[in-house]
């Protein structure tokens, strides 16, 4: 007989298929290593890719970082949500995904970033006033939409349980809507001349290459999340928030990185907000409008948007006090990622109950 979800953690322990199981956990978490290591191969030639489109198109750092680094490097999300969704039936793992992404975007790649570069960097007005502003409005704007689903379309069940419908899914992408208008405003008034020597045809190409190679390495991602949480029977959104999210985020990381160690602060930063922006605003949406209504249960989501909320708080205030990320800001954000990691191992060993199974 197979185990059940339930009693598959004292299998682990205290059965004697003892060394299957852990032979089964050990090769989920080597597909997940195996994963990022996809993900990461992309987000090479994608970084690259970008890079060159942006200096061929002209654009202000700004709106490279805010928008088109963003939206590329991204992909893993969009495409995690869409996996979860369609082809294994998980909407709310694709959510885990997302949420967790966007602490890691928050917390690990300004500190990384900050570490590797200068050992500090700077940030602006324009960061700090209009894209950190804009990205708690996105923050806002999906919990409300996820609180209209419980509100207007509620589902019988244990607990506060609703269906996000596409009407609501549009509520979030109009907001992308405005995001992107202001992107452009910002774009022609510090117009920036097309360099003419970039292959903008072979640039395409590459990032073509790079998104189809992180579509695979997300794919695998999202299985070994799935079987981890069948494993210890906690719910496979939890993993989604760790294996998932921190997978899928390299590509941010890998662009902020190579930004600020460039010096393009303005980039890295604003990469990792755009980026947040784009997975809370299009990618969530994206997968209700593809897939239909989606169920989603409350007491899951509001825990995960908590954490978030803080996450943003702590970045804020960082990023505004004297408009410079130092090097023991950078190793606070790296802590306080910590305590969102131990969380969720205890979590998953039964130890805390924030979140319902």
Known sequence: ?????????????????????????????????????????GSIWLESSTDQLAVGYGVPPIVQGAVIAAAGSSTPELMSVLLATLVHGEFELGVGAIVGSAVFNLLVIPGLAALAGPKEMATTRDLVYKESLF???????????????????????????????????????SLYALYVFTQYLDAT???????????????????????????????????????????????????????????????????SIVAARSGRASVSLANVLGSNIFDLLVAVPVGVLVAGALAITFAHIVPM??????????????????????????????GFYGVFVSWLVLESIGLVNVVPT
Do not use: K, N
Not at 24 to 31: E, K, S, Y
Not at 162 to 172: D, K
Not at 225 to 254: E, K, R, Y
């Open 1 to 41: 007989m197979e185990p059940t979800p339930d009693t598959a953690r004292s299998l682990l322990y205290h059965s004697p298929w003892d060394e299957q199981a852990v032979l089964g956990v050990l090769t989920l978490l080597a597909l997940a290593v195996v994963a990022t290591a996809v993900v990461w191969q």
């Open 135 to 173: 990205y708690m409005l996105a923050v806002a704007v999906l919990l409300l939409t996820f609180s209209l689903a419980v509100i207007y379309y509620p589902l019988a069940g244990e607990g506060l349980q609703g269906e996000v419908t596409r009407g609501l899914a549009l509520f979030p992408l």
């Open 189 to 255: 008034e510090d117009e920036l001349q097309p360099d003419a020597s970039v292959d903008r045809a072979s640039a395409w190409g590459w990032f073509g290459l790079g998104l189809v190679v992180i579509v695979i390495g997300v794919e695998g991602l999202v299985r070994a999340a799935i079987g981890l949480g069948d494993a210890f029977g906690t719910p496979a959104f939890l993993w989604g928030m760790t294996v998932v999210a921190a997978g899928s985020s390299v590509p941010d990381a890998f662009v």
């Open 305 to 334: 948007m908590a954490f978030l909320v803080l996450a943003t708080v702590v970045f804020f205030a960082i990023s505004r006090t004297g408009m410079l990320l130092s090097e023991r800001e950078a190793w606070l954000l790296l």
